[in-house]
Structures are given as structure tokens and as C-alpha cells.
């Protein structure tokens, strides 16, 4: 696996070396050890799918706080989505800076997501899959979000989000 930090520390996109012959394709998807040569969380207390019918599901941006803060990684094993990162690290030079990427099944990337940082993604096609890794354990009452068109981020997204959850069409204004 390949690991290419981006520009807001701790957020990587993962992308698969694949082995391709024959009868298929074979790629590592998860290693503890090539996690933690990049000062990667690579404790998995909770394993998530996410599976989104339609094109142009928004789903978040989803994070928790302390004690149960969460590092993700999520991986598209179906369909393709736009994912995007952003930072909510009050000490951090990229404080409320975000990234996005474009991440898919026919990419094989990954993108991981430390703690502290918020994503929320759009998928791109009908019945996309997505996988999620997460290094805490889900925990309702430490659960927050963020509105997708906050306007204290300037989010920028490729379509206009055909279905959200009342819930996370509902949050209120980010105060920091």
C-alpha cells in the first residue's frame, strides 16, 4: 500500500498496489503494521457499512468528541463518492480547512481520517457501498455534525445532495 499524506496533517489517501492475473485481482486492504510506520491509528474497535441506494446521498459530516473521538478509514467497494475532509482541530494550522477527493471502487483508494477531523461524502452513483474502519467505538451522546452547506466552510460539492437525513440537514451553524 501506498500512504500520501495530504495537506491537513494526519488525513491520508491509502492507494491499493494490487496483484492482477488470471482469475482476478488480490490487494491488501488493512495492515497494522504499514498503518503504524505513518503514526496511523490502527486500532479497529468498530467496522461499518454504508450502503447508499440512490446517486446523490449526502451522508454527514459526522465526528465525535472526547473521551470517544474517532480516527476513520473508509474505503468505496462499489459505486464512487466525493468525500470531504474537514479540520476541526482548534491547534492545528489547517483549522477549519478542508480537502475533498474523489474515491471509488475502480480507484481502489482509501482515505483515512484522524481524530479530530469531520467527513462527510456524496455518492456519485446508485447502490455505492462503503466500508469504514473506525478506531472508537460508536457513542451516541458524544456524536456531533455538521451541515453540509455551512457557511462558515464554503464546502464546495460536484451535484446538488438528492436525499439527506433530516438530521444532518439540521444542524445548527459550526461555532468555534
Not at 488470471?22 to 461499518?48: L, P, T
Amino acid at each position: 500500500m501506498k500512504f500520501l499524506e495530504q495537506k491537513i496533517k494526519g488525513v491520508f489517501i491509502i492507494e491499493a498496489e494490487p496483484f492482477i492475473d488470471e482469475r482476478g485481482v488480490f490487494r491488501r486492504h488493512f495492515c497494522q503494521n504499514e498503518f503504524s510506520e505513518y503514526n496511523i491509528d490502527s486500532i479497529v474497535k468498530q467496522a461499518n457499512i454504508s450502503e447508499n441506494k440512490y446517486a446523490y446521498t449526502l451522508r454527514g459530516f459526522h465526528y465525535q468528541i472526547e473521551p470517544y473521538q474517532e480516527a476513520k478509514t473508509i474505503s468505496c467497494l462499489r459505486g464512487s463518492i466525493y468525500d470531504i475532509v474537514v479540520d476541526l482541530r482548534p491547534k492545528s494550522s489547517t483549522f477549519m480547512q478542508w480537502i475533498s477527493f474523489d474515491i471509488s471502487s475502480e480507484n481502489r483508494k482509501s482515505i483515512h481520517i484522524p481524530k479530530g477531523c469531520a467527513n462527510a461524502f456524496l455518492s456519485l452513483e446508485d447502490n455505492t457501498l462503503l466500508q469504514y474502519y473506525s478506531s472508537e467505538i460508536y457513542d451516541p451522546l458524544s456524536e456531533r455534525g455538521i451541515r453540509y452547506n455551512d457557511p462558515a466552510f464554503d464546502f464546495k460539492w460536484p451535484a446538488d445532495a438528492k436525499f439527506i437525513s433530516e438530521k444532518d440537514n439540521n444542524h445548527p451553524d459550526f461555532k468555534y
